[in-house]
Protein backbone atom coordinates (compact mmCIF):
# COMPACT_ATOMS: atom_id res chain seq x y z
CA UNK A 1 0.00 0.00 0.00
CA UNK A 2 2.59 2.31 0.43
CA UNK A 3 4.69 1.31 -2.11
CA UNK A 4 1.27 2.23 -4.17
CA UNK A 5 0.92 5.94 -2.54
CA UNK A 6 4.99 6.04 -3.76
CA UNK A 7 4.42 5.36 -7.18
CA UNK A 8 0.87 7.68 -7.29
CA UNK A 9 2.76 10.63 -5.35
CA UNK A 10 5.06 10.10 -7.94
CA UNK A 11 2.32 9.97 -10.83
CA UNK A 12 0.64 13.39 -8.95
CA UNK A 13 4.48 14.81 -9.25
CA UNK A 14 5.22 14.21 -13.14
CA UNK A 15 1.98 15.46 -13.61
CA UNK A 16 2.35 18.22 -11.42
CA UNK A 17 5.77 18.77 -12.96
CA UNK A 18 4.63 18.62 -16.88
CA UNK A 19 0.97 21.13 -15.82
CA UNK A 20 3.61 23.64 -15.06
CA UNK A 21 5.62 23.05 -18.70
CA UNK A 22 8.35 21.59 -16.84
CA UNK A 23 9.81 18.96 -19.52
CA UNK A 24 8.95 15.23 -18.98
CA UNK A 25 12.60 12.92 -18.11
CA UNK A 26 12.91 9.47 -18.73
CA UNK A 27 15.85 8.00 -17.41
CA UNK A 28 17.28 4.65 -18.60
CA UNK A 29 20.65 2.11 -17.60
CA UNK A 30 22.08 -0.75 -19.63
CA UNK A 31 25.09 -2.88 -19.76
CA UNK A 32 26.44 -3.27 -23.25
CA UNK A 33 30.22 -2.92 -24.86
CA UNK A 34 31.33 -4.21 -21.31
CA UNK A 35 30.30 -1.18 -19.22
CA UNK A 36 27.88 0.47 -17.38
CA UNK A 37 25.60 2.97 -19.06
CA UNK A 38 23.01 5.72 -18.42
CA UNK A 39 21.20 7.86 -20.09
CA UNK A 40 18.85 10.87 -19.06
CA UNK A 41 16.64 12.51 -21.31
CA UNK A 42 13.79 15.72 -21.20
CA UNK A 43 11.62 16.56 -23.48
CA UNK A 44 8.28 15.14 -24.74
CA UNK A 45 9.47 12.28 -26.49
CA UNK A 46 12.33 11.47 -23.88
CA UNK A 47 10.99 8.21 -23.63
CA UNK A 48 10.81 6.93 -27.00
CA UNK A 49 14.17 8.73 -27.62
CA UNK A 50 15.85 6.85 -24.71
CA UNK A 51 14.59 3.01 -26.23
CA UNK A 52 15.70 4.27 -29.54
CA UNK A 53 18.99 5.34 -28.16
CA UNK A 54 19.50 1.45 -26.37
CA UNK A 55 18.21 -0.22 -29.08
CA UNK A 56 20.60 1.42 -31.18
CA UNK A 57 23.55 0.98 -28.93
CA UNK A 58 22.83 -2.96 -29.00
CA UNK A 59 22.89 -3.33 -32.77
CA UNK A 60 25.71 -1.13 -32.78
CA UNK A 61 27.46 -3.77 -29.98
CA UNK A 62 25.92 -6.67 -32.28
CA UNK A 63 27.81 -4.59 -35.70
CA UNK A 64 31.17 -3.54 -34.12
CA UNK A 65 32.16 -6.45 -31.36
CA UNK A 66 34.67 -8.56 -32.42
CA UNK A 67 33.92 -11.21 -30.56
CA UNK A 68 30.29 -11.67 -31.00
CA UNK A 69 28.39 -14.37 -33.34
CA UNK A 70 27.36 -12.50 -36.36
CA UNK A 71 29.43 -8.92 -36.02
CA UNK A 72 30.64 -7.67 -39.15
CA UNK A 73 34.09 -6.77 -37.07
CA UNK A 74 34.32 -10.71 -36.37
CA UNK A 75 33.40 -11.65 -39.86
CA UNK A 76 36.39 -9.44 -41.22
CA UNK A 77 38.57 -10.45 -39.10
CA UNK A 78 37.93 -14.35 -39.69
CA UNK A 79 38.00 -14.34 -43.29
CA UNK A 80 40.26 -11.06 -44.03
CA UNK A 81 37.55 -9.83 -46.54
CA UNK A 82 33.98 -9.15 -45.83
CA UNK A 83 30.76 -6.33 -46.78
CA UNK A 84 30.04 -4.43 -44.23
CA UNK A 85 27.09 -1.91 -43.58
CA UNK A 86 28.00 1.77 -45.19
CA UNK A 87 27.94 3.08 -41.35
CA UNK A 88 30.38 0.60 -40.75
CA UNK A 89 32.46 1.22 -43.28
CA UNK A 90 32.58 4.97 -42.32
CA UNK A 91 33.21 4.53 -39.17
CA UNK A 92 36.54 2.41 -40.23
CA UNK A 93 37.77 5.11 -43.06
CA UNK A 94 37.35 7.72 -39.64
CA UNK A 95 39.53 5.66 -37.82
CA UNK A 96 42.27 5.03 -40.12
CA UNK A 97 42.02 9.40 -40.37
CA UNK A 98 42.48 9.19 -36.88
CA UNK A 99 45.31 6.75 -37.25
CA UNK A 100 46.94 8.73 -39.75
CA UNK A 101 46.66 11.43 -37.33
CA UNK A 102 47.66 10.84 -34.59
CA UNK A 103 50.81 8.89 -36.23
CA UNK A 104 49.91 5.89 -35.22
CA UNK A 105 49.17 5.68 -31.46
CA UNK A 106 45.51 5.45 -32.10
CA UNK A 107 45.40 2.09 -34.24
CA UNK A 108 42.42 -0.59 -34.91
CA UNK A 109 44.88 -2.97 -36.05
CA UNK A 110 46.16 -3.60 -32.56
CA UNK A 111 43.58 -6.77 -32.34
CA UNK A 112 46.41 -9.38 -32.03
CA UNK A 113 48.35 -7.88 -29.26
CA UNK A 114 45.23 -6.82 -27.42
CA UNK A 115 44.54 -10.73 -27.31
CA UNK A 116 48.33 -11.41 -26.77
CA UNK A 117 48.04 -9.41 -23.23
CA UNK A 118 44.56 -10.47 -22.99
CA UNK A 119 44.69 -7.61 -20.09
CA UNK A 120 40.36 -7.16 -19.95
CA UNK A 121 40.58 -11.36 -19.74
CA UNK A 122 40.34 -13.55 -16.75
CA UNK A 123 43.71 -14.93 -17.81
CA UNK A 124 46.40 -12.01 -18.95
CA UNK A 125 49.53 -13.04 -20.01
CA UNK A 126 52.74 -11.75 -19.86
CA UNK A 127 54.40 -12.12 -23.21
CA UNK A 128 57.90 -12.78 -23.91
CA UNK A 129 59.79 -9.90 -26.37
CA UNK A 130 59.53 -12.54 -28.90
CA UNK A 131 55.85 -12.94 -29.04
CA UNK A 132 55.48 -9.21 -29.28
CA UNK A 133 58.07 -9.09 -31.78
CA UNK A 134 56.39 -11.56 -34.24
CA UNK A 135 52.98 -9.15 -34.05
CA UNK A 136 54.32 -6.02 -34.71
CA UNK A 137 54.41 -6.59 -38.10
CA UNK A 138 51.01 -6.97 -38.27
CA UNK A 139 50.46 -4.11 -36.67
CA UNK A 140 49.37 -0.31 -38.77
CA UNK A 141 46.62 0.70 -40.56
CA UNK A 142 48.54 0.00 -43.88
CA UNK A 143 46.96 -3.48 -43.43
CA UNK A 144 43.47 -2.12 -43.90
CA UNK A 145 41.62 -1.69 -46.98
CA UNK A 146 37.80 0.06 -46.81
CA UNK A 147 36.29 -0.05 -50.41
CA UNK A 148 33.54 1.46 -50.71
CA UNK A 149 31.22 -1.41 -48.43
CA UNK A 150 33.59 -3.70 -48.69
CA UNK A 151 36.78 -3.64 -46.18
CA UNK A 152 39.89 -6.65 -46.56
CA UNK A 153 42.97 -6.87 -44.02
CA UNK A 154 45.80 -7.94 -45.01
CA UNK A 155 46.40 -12.19 -43.48
CA UNK A 156 47.21 -12.52 -39.88
CA UNK A 157 45.95 -8.95 -39.10
CA UNK A 158 42.16 -8.13 -36.84
CA UNK A 159 40.31 -5.09 -36.18
CA UNK A 160 39.33 -4.16 -33.00
CA UNK A 161 37.29 -1.00 -31.97
CA UNK A 162 37.56 -1.05 -28.64
CA UNK A 163 38.84 2.43 -28.45
CA UNK A 164 36.18 4.25 -30.75
CA UNK A 165 33.09 2.24 -30.13
CA UNK A 166 31.57 3.86 -27.31
CA UNK A 167 32.58 7.41 -28.42
CA UNK A 168 30.45 6.39 -31.72
CA UNK A 169 27.14 5.44 -29.74
CA UNK A 170 27.36 8.64 -28.16
CA UNK A 171 27.26 10.46 -31.68
CA UNK A 172 24.84 8.06 -32.64
CA UNK A 173 22.38 8.75 -29.39
CA UNK A 174 23.03 12.43 -30.19
CA UNK A 175 21.59 11.89 -33.17
CA UNK A 176 18.50 9.88 -31.80
CA UNK A 177 18.18 12.86 -29.24
CA UNK A 178 17.86 15.45 -31.90
CA UNK A 179 15.69 13.73 -33.88
CA UNK A 180 13.33 13.54 -30.86
CA UNK A 181 13.85 17.12 -29.92
CA UNK A 182 15.92 16.37 -26.80
CA UNK A 183 16.85 19.71 -25.97
CA UNK A 184 18.16 18.84 -22.15
CA UNK A 185 19.84 15.18 -21.24
CA UNK A 186 23.08 13.49 -20.45
CA UNK A 187 23.97 9.97 -21.99
CA UNK A 188 27.12 8.56 -20.29
CA UNK A 189 28.78 5.26 -22.10
CA UNK A 190 31.61 4.02 -19.31
CA UNK A 191 34.22 7.12 -19.65
CA UNK A 192 32.06 8.92 -22.74
CA UNK A 193 29.58 11.25 -21.88
CA UNK A 194 27.62 13.34 -24.14
CA UNK A 195 26.04 16.57 -23.02
CA UNK A 196 22.91 17.51 -24.62
CA UNK A 197 21.98 21.09 -23.90
CA UNK A 198 21.78 22.66 -20.84
CA UNK A 199 20.22 21.72 -17.72
CA UNK A 200 15.94 21.96 -17.17
CA UNK A 201 17.21 24.93 -15.18
CA UNK A 202 19.63 26.59 -18.09
CA UNK A 203 22.88 26.24 -16.09
CA UNK A 204 25.59 23.71 -17.51
CA UNK A 205 26.06 19.81 -16.79
CA UNK A 206 28.86 19.28 -14.22
CA UNK A 207 30.92 16.46 -16.04
CA UNK A 208 33.11 14.86 -13.21
CA UNK A 209 36.87 14.02 -14.61
CA UNK A 210 36.88 11.19 -11.97
CA UNK A 211 40.35 10.60 -9.78
CA UNK A 212 42.16 7.96 -11.57
CA UNK A 213 43.85 7.02 -7.80
CA UNK A 214 40.98 7.72 -5.32
CA UNK A 215 37.02 6.98 -5.81
CA UNK A 216 36.21 10.55 -6.11
CA UNK A 217 37.16 13.14 -8.80
CA UNK A 218 40.05 14.92 -9.58
CA UNK A 219 37.98 18.03 -11.22
CA UNK A 220 34.81 19.22 -12.40
CA UNK A 221 33.50 20.77 -15.84
CA UNK A 222 30.96 22.69 -16.52
CA UNK A 223 29.44 21.83 -20.02
CA UNK A 224 26.91 22.17 -22.43
CA UNK A 225 26.06 20.37 -25.88
CA UNK A 226 29.64 18.45 -26.01
CA UNK A 227 31.34 15.77 -25.86
CA UNK A 228 33.92 14.58 -23.10
CA UNK A 229 35.71 11.31 -22.79
CA UNK A 230 38.15 9.60 -20.62
CA UNK A 231 40.67 7.31 -20.97
CA UNK A 232 43.16 5.81 -18.65
CA UNK A 233 44.98 2.61 -17.13
CA UNK A 234 43.31 2.85 -13.92
CA UNK A 235 40.37 1.02 -14.99
CA UNK A 236 41.00 -1.64 -16.68
CA UNK A 237 44.55 -3.39 -15.88
CA UNK A 238 45.89 -6.34 -14.43
CA UNK A 239 48.83 -6.59 -11.48
CA UNK A 240 51.55 -9.41 -12.22
CA UNK A 241 52.99 -11.25 -8.61
CA UNK A 242 55.96 -9.00 -9.20
CA UNK A 243 53.86 -5.92 -8.44
CA UNK A 244 53.76 -4.46 -12.02
CA UNK A 245 50.53 -3.56 -13.09
CA UNK A 246 49.82 -3.70 -16.83
CA UNK A 247 46.81 -1.61 -18.22
CA UNK A 248 44.89 -2.27 -21.37
CA UNK A 249 46.07 0.85 -23.79
CA UNK A 250 48.32 -0.20 -26.33
CA UNK A 251 51.59 0.88 -27.63
CA UNK A 252 51.33 0.27 -31.32
CA UNK A 253 54.97 1.09 -31.64
CA UNK A 254 56.52 -1.17 -28.87
CA UNK A 255 53.20 -3.70 -28.72
CA UNK A 256 53.44 -2.70 -24.69
CA UNK A 257 51.04 -1.61 -23.04
CA UNK A 258 51.59 2.31 -22.82
CA UNK A 259 53.80 3.08 -19.95
CA UNK A 260 52.18 6.73 -19.77
CA UNK A 261 53.23 9.60 -17.88
CA UNK A 262 49.86 10.45 -17.70
CA UNK A 263 46.88 9.12 -15.68
CA UNK A 264 44.09 9.96 -17.58
CA UNK A 265 43.30 12.13 -20.74
CA UNK A 266 39.77 13.46 -20.57
CA UNK A 267 39.26 15.14 -24.39
CA UNK A 268 36.12 17.64 -25.04
CA UNK A 269 35.06 18.11 -28.29
CA UNK A 270 32.08 17.95 -30.65
CA UNK A 271 32.71 14.58 -31.72
CA UNK A 272 32.16 11.43 -29.56
CA UNK A 273 33.67 9.55 -32.14
CA UNK A 274 36.98 11.68 -32.52
CA UNK A 275 37.36 12.56 -28.24
CA UNK A 276 37.04 8.46 -27.79
CA UNK A 277 39.97 7.95 -30.65
CA UNK A 278 41.90 10.95 -29.35
CA UNK A 279 41.59 10.25 -25.45
CA UNK A 280 43.27 6.58 -26.23
CA UNK A 281 45.83 8.27 -28.55
CA UNK A 282 47.08 10.87 -26.09
CA UNK A 283 46.95 8.91 -23.34
CA UNK A 284 49.58 6.58 -25.84
CA UNK A 285 51.58 9.83 -26.37
CA UNK A 286 52.45 10.45 -22.99
CA UNK A 287 52.30 14.43 -21.45
CA UNK A 288 54.69 15.78 -23.94
CA UNK A 289 53.37 14.60 -26.91
CA UNK A 290 50.10 14.71 -26.52
CA UNK A 291 50.83 18.90 -25.94
CA UNK A 292 52.45 19.24 -28.99
CA UNK A 293 49.19 17.21 -30.62
CA UNK A 294 46.90 19.43 -29.31
CA UNK A 295 48.68 22.59 -30.53
CA UNK A 296 49.02 21.17 -34.11
CA UNK A 297 45.17 20.54 -34.35
CA UNK A 298 43.80 23.82 -33.00
CA UNK A 299 43.58 25.57 -36.02
CA UNK A 300 41.78 23.26 -37.94
CA UNK A 301 38.34 21.55 -37.69
CA UNK A 302 39.70 18.66 -35.47
CA UNK A 303 40.56 21.42 -32.58
CA UNK A 304 39.60 20.09 -29.17
CA UNK A 305 40.41 20.81 -25.52
CA UNK A 306 41.93 18.37 -23.14
CA UNK A 307 42.22 17.93 -19.31
CA UNK A 308 44.92 15.34 -18.24
CA UNK A 309 46.16 14.08 -15.27
CA UNK A 310 49.57 13.39 -14.95
CA UNK A 311 51.32 10.55 -12.66
CA UNK A 312 53.43 13.74 -10.92
CA UNK A 313 50.40 15.02 -9.51
CA UNK A 314 49.43 17.98 -11.70
CA UNK A 315 45.88 18.33 -13.66
CA UNK A 316 46.99 20.29 -16.66
CA UNK A 317 44.13 21.89 -18.94
CA UNK A 318 43.66 23.51 -22.09
CA UNK A 319 42.80 27.16 -21.86
CA UNK A 320 39.58 26.76 -23.87
CA UNK A 321 38.11 24.76 -20.69
CA UNK A 322 39.56 27.95 -18.48
CA UNK A 323 35.82 28.72 -17.77
CA UNK A 324 34.42 25.78 -17.79
CA UNK A 325 37.21 24.04 -15.06
CA UNK A 326 36.20 23.77 -11.78
CA UNK A 327 38.65 22.74 -9.08
CA UNK A 328 37.71 19.93 -6.90
CA UNK A 329 39.16 20.97 -3.03
CA UNK A 330 39.77 18.29 -1.50
CA UNK A 331 41.84 16.99 -4.02
CA UNK A 332 45.91 17.16 -3.81
CA UNK A 333 46.36 18.08 -7.22
CA UNK A 334 48.55 21.11 -8.79
CA UNK A 335 46.46 22.45 -11.71
CA UNK A 336 47.95 23.98 -14.40
CA UNK A 337 46.47 26.38 -17.48
CA UNK A 338 48.05 25.48 -20.52
CA UNK A 339 49.25 28.26 -22.86
CA UNK A 340 47.68 28.68 -26.29
P1 LIG B 1 37.84 2.27 -22.63
O1 LIG B 1 37.43 1.24 -23.61
O2 LIG B 1 38.17 1.75 -21.30
O3 LIG B 1 36.90 3.46 -22.58
P2 LIG B 1 39.71 3.38 -24.54
O4 LIG B 1 38.71 4.15 -25.30
O5 LIG B 1 41.00 4.08 -24.28
O6 LIG B 1 39.21 2.88 -23.15
O7 LIG B 1 39.96 2.06 -25.40
C1 LIG B 1 40.82 1.06 -24.97
C2 LIG B 1 40.49 -0.20 -25.75
O8 LIG B 1 40.79 0.02 -27.14
C3 LIG B 1 41.33 -1.39 -25.32
O9 LIG B 1 40.65 -2.16 -24.37
C4 LIG B 1 41.53 -2.13 -26.64
O10 LIG B 1 40.38 -2.90 -26.95
C5 LIG B 1 41.63 -1.02 -27.64
N1 LIG B 1 42.98 -0.44 -27.76
C6 LIG B 1 44.06 -0.64 -26.97
N2 LIG B 1 45.12 0.10 -27.37
C7 LIG B 1 44.68 0.83 -28.44
C8 LIG B 1 45.32 1.77 -29.31
N3 LIG B 1 46.56 2.16 -29.13
N4 LIG B 1 44.57 2.27 -30.32
C9 LIG B 1 43.27 1.90 -30.51
N5 LIG B 1 42.63 1.02 -29.73
C10 LIG B 1 43.32 0.48 -28.70
MG1 LIG C 1 39.04 5.64 -26.74
Known sequence: MKKLFAVLLAAAMLWGLAACGAPEKAEFSLFAMDTYMTLVAYGDEASDALTESARAINDLEQRLSRTREGSEIRAVNHSGR??????????????????????????????????????????????????????????????????????????????????????????????IFAEHGIKSGTVSLGGNVYVCGKRPDGKPWN???????????????????????TSGGYQRYFTAEDGT??????????????????????VVCPSGTRADAYSTALYVMGEEAAIRFWESQQAGDHAFEAVFVTADGRIACTPGLADQFVPQEDASYEVQLLNR
Not at 218 to 229: G, K, N, R
Open 82 to 175: AAIDSETAALLTEALVFSAETDGAFDITVAPLVDLWAINSDSPHIPSQAEIDALLPLIGCDHVTVDGSAVTLDVGCAIDLGGIAKGYASDVVAE
Open 207 to 229: VAVQDPQGDGYACMLSLTDTFAV
Open 245 to 266: VYQHIIDPATGYPARSDLLSVT
